[in-house]
């Protein structure tokens, strides 16, 4: 049975594994990992599904602005396994990434993504003309899903990142957990970056 759960930071490595798998080397260069860069997903919106303890489904949900004074989320990546799809798994990722928003009083969501998949959700393009990403991406595959009424009514700009920084790595920490033969490499790294 599958268990969808809040993504703990035990889980970052098997979750880099499974977009691996899902989207391959090319999940670097759309133009929403921009947006994604050097952030922190929004608080209680990263999902994992679980199978037999093994992390199959992914979604996160980030902070962003559609256009100026116009706060709404980001959603993506989405991925199931290939090895788990047609199981419902991704839309049910969906369906809870979007109930737990709209009770935290988000007022949008935003993607890139196919129309035909995203508007059993309630996305479409109707709001998201006024709206651009910041590189090259295809008009068709932008699509927002109002939580609130009339919530992008008049979006236009760029839709820019706004959630929290990631925090640094604490060099100290690692040099500890990697053990002595680590550390000394580290220590000479960190002389040379001074």
Known sequence: MVNIREEKASDAAAREALLDAAYGPARFAKTSERLREGRQPARGLSLVAVDCGQIVGTVRLWHVNAGPGQPA???????????????????????????????????????????????????????????????????????????????????CGLIGATGELQPKPDLNALIAASGDSRRARARKLEKRAA
């Open 73 to 155: 989320l980001l959603l993506g990546p989405l991925a199931v396994h290939p090895d788990h799809r047609c199981r419902g798994i991704g839309t049910t990722l969906v369906r809870r990434a979007i109930a737990r928003a709209c009770l935290a009083g988000h007022r949008a969501i935003l993607l890139i993504g196919d129309a035909a998949y995203y508007e059993r959700f309630g996305f479409t393009a109707a709001q998201t003309g006024g709206l651009w990403m910041p590189g090259q991406f295809d008009r068709d595959r932008l699509l927002a899903l109002e939580l609130r009424p009339s919530a992008l009514a008049g979006a």
